[in-house]
């Protein structure tokens, strides 16, 4: 449960992946909500100030050496996403209660799964994944292979949801102490 300032729980069961936020408008809530999503290299796929919905376009997990990137949190994410190709999407709910804003975040992740070709030696193990050939590596799929391609539920992210979260309330919160001063 997050508390931060001007973020407080429901009176009734709160999820670990929501939180309420006082003394802030619905359409301030969003703008800061999607530019702390963009600041994390997520793209906005919709964004709808009347439906309180925020959803974003699947972001692959961010690999060792992309520093930058805030998307995994925590040693198990960050290895799982240098082993696989994971993606993640985001979807905020902000719904008005009382006086407050109730900000709920799921994020949904997946791994692709990829067919492998027949090899017939050990010696055509490079032609695996793809057409490569001994010399060059290259992904390019057979044709079997692309129409077996899928992206398979792994379910939710509720650490990288918690962060989210955390991250727009404190935004939140700081820039109303910046406006009354």
């Known amino acids: 449960m997050l508390l931060a300032g ?6 009734g069961a709160l999820r ?12 301030d809530a969003m703008n800061v909500a999607e530019a702390t999503l963009s600041r994390m290299q997520f793209v906005i796929e919709k964004a ?16 060792f050496f992309e520093f930058w990137r805030s ?4 040693p198990t994410q960050a290895l799982e996403a240098n082993l696989q190709t994971l993606r993640r999407s985001v979807e905020l709910h902000l719904t008005p209660y009382g006086d407050q804003i109730r900000m ?3 994020v949904h992740v997946q ?10 030696s050990v010696s055509q193990a490079y ?12 992904l390019e799929l057979e044709p079997e292979q692309r129409e ?4 398979i539920d792994l379910g939710e992210d509720p650490s990288l949801a918690k962060r989210i979260l955390k991250q727009v309330t404190e935004r939140i919160c700081s820039e109303g102490k910046d406006e009354t001063t």
């Open 148 to 151: 077996g391609l899928a992206w």
């Open 48 to 63: 709808d100030l009347n439906q309180g919905i925020i959803r974003t376009r699947p972001l692959t997990g961010a690999q």
């Open 16 to 27: 670990e992946e929501s939180v309420n936020i006082t003394a802030v408008s619905m359409a």
């Open 127 to 138: 032609r695996m994944y793809s057409k490569s050939t001994p010399t060059m590596q290259r």
């Open 71 to 74: 998307d995994n949190v925590g």
């Open 111 to 120: 791994r692709l799964s990829l067919p492998a070709n027949e090899v017939a």
């Open 104 to 106: 709920d975040c799921h």
């Open 6 to 11: 001007c973020a407080a729980p429901q009176g």
